[in-house]
Structure formats: C-alpha cells, structure tokens
C-alpha cells in the first residue's frame, strides 16, 4: 500500500472589504452622488439613520446607504432625486391627514373620518 501525502496551502485572505463609515464624527461630513455632486451635510447620527440637510430637507437615512470614499460619505440619489422622494412622501403623509380621510384604530378597524384641519388639531 503506497501512502501519497499531498502538500494543501492554507492560505488567509483579507477580503477588501469598504470598512463601514465612521459615524462618531460624521456631523458636517459631506454627502456626495456617485458623481461627486453635492447631495447634502450630515446633521447627525440617530441611532441607525444619518441625518442629512439637502438644500430643502433633513431626512433620516439608514447608514447602509452611504459609502466612504476620500471623506465624503457616497450617497446613492442626486440632491434633486431625494428631494423629490421627500416631497412625494410628504405629499402622501399629508393626504392622510386631510378632510373626508378615514381613521383607523390600532387593530386596523375603522373609526371615523376626518372632518376638518386646521393648523393646531
């Protein structure tokens, strides 16, 4: 019986993997497009979400969505594609809250509709 021993290299790799961005800091990091276009300015980290401060809006965005590069925090949207899904989404919000919209409880059931909005109620 022949034994055959077979050199296996073991090999450890160091994936190049982006390191997630460093938010401890991050207030006034810039915000770019993959174009290297101004999006906005980080506010402030709240928990899981970035702040951000475009030219009209501060909008919470998760921190999977931004990508360190040359320390600027790359952003995946132009400044003018988040502002307009901001304003889509605030036209819907507000379309909820609007006379003759319905109002749902907790468990889901109808429980009335909106009859008037004003600024305080």
Do not use: C, W, Y
Request: proline letters at 4%; aromatic letters at 2%.
């Amino acid at each position: 019986m022949k034994l055959i021993l077979r050199s296996i290299a073991v090999l450890s790799l160091t994936a190049a993997v982006p390191l997630a961005p460093s938010f401890a800091q991050a207030a006034g990091q810039q915000v770019v497009d993959t174009s290297g276009a101004a999006v906005g300015t980080v506010v402030r980290v709240d928990g899981g979400n970035v702040i951000v401060k475009t030219d009209k809006h501060e909008v919470a965005l998760p921190k999977t969505s931004f990508t360190p590069n040359e320390g600027k925090l790359l952003f995946g949207m132009t400044q003018a594609q988040l502002n307009a899904e901001v304003e889509k989404n605030l036209a819907a919000a507000a379309a909820l809250i609007a006379p003759g919209a319905t109002v749902k409880g907790s468990a889901g059931a109808v429980v009335g509709t909106i009859d008037s909005v004003d600024a305080e109620s």
